[in-house]
């Protein structure tokens, strides 16, 4: 199954070139085009601002403010400038890209894009900077403002450059973080303090929508930064803590390989492998897999424990977990995921919380660690992730194997080529599965690979220099 993520936009629909090197603001209008629709018509006007009182809930009381600016944010101020009115195809007002990911349909009108979900991994971006690093620092007690008509029920990103700001390089981006617009969105505005995105506002490279949870429209007028708001609108004071974004391994010359669902016939092969080769990796679990006792998994991985690899979630049955309609069917996922691993591996979840609020649920050990089925990502599962398991790490990948593209086609050693590309281009954390012999074939040729090029393999936990990890053998 392809994993599909945030990520894919970025390396499927990369700046021109062009004659001047890779710093083109403008891509190919060409990667749009199947997916896009031009229409004319006339840009809806905003309200005026009137704005109803928040609902609150019961654990969101007392966590809102409203805040008053002396005067009208100004587009052509210092403190505020336009990122995207939509009156191009290819560009937004600063001269960058912006678009479509994952055949996500869209339409270009007069002064907007409407956008079509149908599938939680598609997403639209409009870039601040491509081969340059864009700063926000300057603008860090300002608001990202959204003009918009239509659902709330998707995120709404700030992604950041990787070390580089280079295109090229793995991962692109390097990491983000993310809010639910409906948390934030009033009437046709949203006002987001960039604050609220935990991320090196140095090293900005574009704002993104995704996370649908909805195939009802979204369309878009305007994105830009303001110095502050209108009368009366209120914002949340703090925002809803959604966990670590981790693409990539930061322990110097560190390689981790995280490998997630496989076929109980190959296990065995893939274990050799492991022994042999003498390196440790991490494998993401799906607990449903745990409690089929027809596949042995319960069996495999607690010798995989034994031997020192690390078990991480995966989900309890691999559903793209941000597409899910309600909280109730994120957090079973979870809790069932969890569950699976402390009472068939024995890995323990104790509540690190005093016993006096064990009833919050707050979950902790090595199922800190989780990889969204997929790859994909959005701010409630995040959320969730953070409100049912102590400070998690959600794990992506800057190198992909591509098995779920090449492992049973006709040209299966491109598996080879996708890992030496990604990992020439600085990428040292691996997604791949054991679902295909070709795949489990090539695996002492990759960890080979690694190894030539002076990288030293390990575990995710311990790529990452997380203080809790075992010391390295």
Same mark, same amino acid.
């Given at each position: 199954?392809?994993?599909?993520?945030?990520?894919?936009?970025?390396?499927?629909?990369?700046?021109?070139?062009?004659?001047?090197? #890779?710093?083109?603001?403008?891509?190919?209008?060409?990667?749009?085009?199947?997916?896009?629709?031009?229409?004319?018509?006339?840009?809806?006007?905003?309200?005026?601002?009137?704005? #109803?009182?928040?609902?609150?809930?019961?654990?969101?009381?007392?966590?809102?403010?409203?805040?008053?600016?002396?005067?009208?944010?100004?587009?052509?101020?210092?403190?505020?400038?336009?990122?995207?009115?939509?009156?191009?195809?290819?560009?937004?007002?600063?001269?960058?890209?912006?678009?479509?990911?994952?055949?996500?349909?869209?339409?270009?009108?007069?002064?907007?894009?409407?956008?079509?979900?149908?599938?939680?991994?598609?997403?639209?971006?409009?870039?601040?900077?491509?081969?340059?690093?864009?700063?926000?620092?300057?603008?860090? %007690?300002?608001? +990202?403002?959204?003009?918009?008509?239509?659902?709330?029920?998707?995120?709404?990103?700030?992604?950041?450059?990787?070390?580089?700001?280079?295109?090229?390089?793995?991962?692109?981006?390097?990491?983000?973080?993310?809010?639910?617009?409906?948390?934030?969105?009033?009437?046709?505005?949203?006002?987001? *303090? +960039?604050? $609220?995105?935990?991320?090196?506002?140095?090293?900005?490279?574009?704002?993104?929508?995704?996370?649908?949870?909805?195939?009802?429209?979204?369309?878009?007028?305007?994105?830009?930064?303001?110095?502050?708001?209108?009368?009366?609108? *209120?914002?949340?004071?703090?925002?809803?803590? =959604?966990?670590?974004?981790?693409?990539?391994? =930061?322990?110097?010359?560190?390689?981790?390989?995280?490998?997630?669902?496989?076929? #109980?016939?190959?296990?065995?092969?893939?274990?050799?492998?492991?022994?042999?080769?003498?390196?440790?990796?991490?494998?993401?679990?799906?607990?449903?897999?745990?409690?089929?006792?027809?596949?042995?998994?319960?069996?495999?991985? %607690?010798?995989?424990?034994?031997?020192? $690899?690390?078990?991480?979630?995966?989900?309890?049955?691999?559903?793209?977990?941000?597409? +899910?309609?309600?909280?109730?069917?994120?957090?079973?996922?979870?809790?069932?995921?969890?569950?699976?691993?402390?009472?068939?591996?024995?890995?323990?979840?104790?509540?690190?919380?005093?016993?006096?609020? $064990?009833?919050?649920?707050? +979950?902790?050990?090595?199922?800190?660690?989780?990889?969204?089925?997929?790859?994909?990502?959005?701010?409630?599962?995040?959320? %969730?992730?953070?409100?049912?398991?102590?400070?998690?790490?959600?794990?992506?990948?800057?190198?992909?194997?591509?098995?779920?593209?090449?492992?049973?086609?006709?040209?299966?050693?491109?598996?080879?080529?996708?890992?030496? %590309?990604?990992?020439?281009?600085?990428?040292?954390?691996?997604?791949?599965?054991?679902?295909?012999?070709?795949?489990?074939?090539?695996?002492?040729?990759?960890?080979?690979?690694?190894?030539?090029?002076?990288?030293?393999?390990?575990?995710?936990?311990?790529?990452?220099?997380?203080?809790?990890?075992?010391?390295?053998?």
């Amino acid at each position: 199954m392809k994993p599909a993520s945030i990520l894919s936009v970025f390396l499927l629909l990369p700046c021109a070139s062009s004659s001047n090197g #890779p710093d083109n603001r403008i891509a190919s209008s060409s990667n749009l085009t199947s997916t896009s629709i031009s229409i004319t018509s006339s840009t809806t006007k905003t309200p005026a601002p009137h704005f #109803p009182p928040l609902p609150l809930t019961p654990d969101q009381d007392n966590n809102f403010s409203t805040i008053t600016s002396s005067q009208p944010p100004s587009t052509h101020s210092n403190n505020s400038f336009v990122i995207d009115t939509f009156k191009h195809r290819v560009h937004n007002d600063l001269g960058y890209w912006h678009g479509p990911g994952e055949d996500l349909p869209v339409e270009y009108g007069d002064g907007y894009v409407r956008l079509h979900p149908t599938d939680a991994d598609q997403n639209f971006h409009t870039q601040l900077a491509s081969a340059i690093c864009f700063s926000l620092l300057p603008y860090r %007690r300002k608001y +990202l403002h959204i003009v918009f008509s239509g659902t709330t029920k998707f995120s709404i990103s700030l992604n950041q450059h990787n070390q580089d700001c280079d295109p090229l390089r793995n991962p692109y981006p390097a990491t983000w973080d993310t809010v639910e617009a409906g948390r934030y969105a009033r009437m046709n505005e949203i006002y987001v *303090p +960039l604050e $609220h995105f935990s991320i090196d506002q140095s090293r900005v490279v574009s704002v993104s929508f995704h996370g649908f949870y909805t195939r009802e429209t979204l369309t878009l007028f305007k994105v830009e930064i303001v110095q502050g708001l209108p009368g009366g609108f *209120p914002v949340p004071k703090k925002k809803i803590d =959604n966990g670590r974004m981790v693409l990539r391994c =930061n322990r110097p010359g560190s390689f981790a390989f995280g490998i997630d669902d496989g076929q #109980p016939e190959y296990a065995q092969e893939v274990m050799r492998i492991l022994e042999e080769e003498n390196v440790n990796v991490t494998f993401f679990v799906v607990g449903g897999g745990l409690r089929d006792q027809e596949t042995n998994f319960s069996s495999v991985y %607690r010798e995989m424990l034994r031997r020192g $690899h690390q078990v991480a979630l995966h989900s309890d049955s691999h559903p793209k977990m941000e597409a +899910l309609q309600t909280l109730e069917e994120i957090d079973a996922e979870i809790r069932k995921s969890v569950s699976a691993l402390k009472d068939i591996l024995g890995v323990e979840c104790t509540s690190s919380l005093p016993s006096s609020y $064990h009833h919050l649920n707050k +979950l902790s050990g090595t199922a800190r660690y989780f990889r969204p089925p997929f790859g994909t990502v959005g701010a409630r599962m995040r959320q %969730r992730l953070a409100a049912l398991i102590r400070d998690p790490y959600i794990v992506n990948w800057s190198v992909d194997v591509e098995d779920w593209l090449w492992a049973d086609s006709d040209t299966p050693e491109k598996q080879l080529e996708a890992f030496v %590309r990604d990992v020439g281009r600085g990428g040292n954390l691996v997604v791949m599965h054991y679902l295909s012999p070709s795949t489990v074939e090539y695996f002492r040729e990759l960890i080979h690979f690694a190894k030539a090029v002076g990288l030293q393999i390990m575990r995710v936990d311990q790529c990452i220099d997380d203080p809790e990890s075992p010391p390295l053998a």
